[in-house]
């Protein structure tokens, strides 16, 4: 079978991932950074709920000057002005109180010999009326929003002590290849492994949750070993990433251990380069619910490419969010096209002229350009990026609730 056309394999584990949405659970607003809202966030009242003042000042009543009668705080509920002539000193944010028809600020009025109050209110209200923000059930952001504090804090101005929202998912990384150093310098025929450190950290900024303990490796390189720890991982986890194995060499087992636990693949192999041995199999648990597994191949980079092609569309579909459109960016330096296969090219970004700069040490067995990176251009199949061309950039993720 041909490799998926990039955009094909992204539409499709998106597609997979939204059939699969996880469960909708209720979290106290203090625990609802980085999930998903479920539902369209609405306001409890009117925002505000009733009329406050703008300013520090006089609530007064009719023409001045005016006899002062009492003072309006914030968290009270004045008593009416009923009297013409009348004043109360009014707080920020206090409540107005009925019968006001100005608001006299604090640093335009002056105090007669007798103790009234004097000045020319503004023409314009100096409150704010309910429902200038908001009216009550108004949808202020729909379902598939992400939670971040600005949202919290809007979630708490409305009223509300926790919200309904997708799960978090839950991910496991499973680490193979007998090569691999968990410790120490490279030498002798091993390397270091630099995923198992690196990925949970990728997937926690995609909003997973990921615990030391998922993390497992290096595995050893043999089909029970796989098919075991594979087995472990989905018990508990709605996302299991491997890295390596994803071809068909002598110690390659992770498609055996895919067919040996009954997975269907969603992608096997995609036309993209670097990453191109990468795959998504989903397998259907004791419980009936799917689990995925994200193969991850083995060279560094060619793995994060992996993680933004299929991982990130996947979890926008598991925690129902929609997928983020694509910024673009104009070129600074040419690029070139990779024939068949789409050419993720990695680029920092200069935001302020809009522009994407090729880096360097991009080979696929390379980390060094990816640390200075934004994220990856995208060259389309059969085309060349020229100098000045606007090209998508995937971008590389955030933490969550951080905004670029």
């Known amino acids: 079978m041909p490799p998926a056309d990039w955009e094909e ?42 009329p406050t003042s703008s300013v520090d000042g006089w609530a007064v009543r009719g023409p001045g000057p005016w006899d002062v009668v009492g003072r309006a705080l914030a968290g009270n509920t004045p008593p009416p002005l009923t009297a013409d002539g009348t004043t109360v000193e009014i707080a920020t944010g206090a409540m107005v109180p009925e019968g006001t028809s100005a608001v006299l600020r604090v640093e335009e009025s002056s105090r007669t010999p007798d103790g009234r109050v004097t000045g020319t209110p503004r ?63 490279p030498g002798f025929g091993r390397v270091r492994d ?21 993390v497992v490796g290096p595995v050893a390189d043999t089909l029970p070993a796989h ?10 986890a709605d996302l299991v990433c491997t890295t390596g194995g994803t071809m068909h060499g002598p110690v390659d087992h992770l498609h055996p251990a895919l067919a040996a636990l009954g997975a269907e693949y969603v992608v096997n192999t995609v036309a993209v380069r670097p990453g191109f041995p990468m795959l998504l199999a989903r397998v259907a648990g004791a419980d009936g619910r799917l689990r995925f597994v994200a193969g991850l191949p083995g060279n560094p980079q060619s793995a994060i490419v992996a993680l933004v092609s299929l991982v990130a569309p996947l979890l926008a579909g598991l925690t129902g969010r929609p997928v983020p459109e694509l910024p673009h960016a104009a070129l600074a330096e040419p690029v070139p096209g990779r024939g068949a296969y789409t050419h993720l090219a990695l680029v920092r970004l200069d935001r302020a002229a809009g ?46 609730g951080e905004r670029s």
């Open 227 to 236: 098919v075991a720890a594979l087995r472990a991982a989905l018990d508990s």
């Open 355 to 400: 522009t994407a700069h090729p880096v360097r040490h991009v080979g696929s067995a390379m980390l060094r350009g990816l640390a200075g990176a934004d994220g990856f251009a995208v060259i389309r199949p059969g085309a060349t990026g020229e100098v000045g061309a606007r090209v998508p950039v995937v971008p590389l993720p955030l933490l969550p």
């Open 194 to 214: 630099a995923l198992g450190p690196a990925v949970p950290g990728w997937l926690r900024r995609y909003g997973c949750q990921v615990r030391p303990a998922d």
């Open 123 to 185: 023409p314009n209200p100096e409150w704010r009326e309910p429902g200038e923000e908001a009216n009550a059930g108004e949808e202020l952001l729909p379902a598939g929003t992400p939670v971040d504090p600005a949202l919290i804090g809007l979630a708490a101005s409305c009223g509300h002590d926790q919200l309904r929202v997708r799960r978090q998912p839950r991910a496991a990384l499973l680490v193979f290849g007998d090569e691999l150093l968990s410790a120490g310098p």
């Open 9 to 50: 394999a992204r539409s499709r584990v998106y597609a997979a991932g939204l059939a699969a949405a996880l469960p909708v659970v209720t979290r106290p607003l203090a625990d609802t950074d980085g999930h998903t809202l479920a539902e369209p966030l609405s306001p409890r009242t009117d925002l505000p709920a009733f």
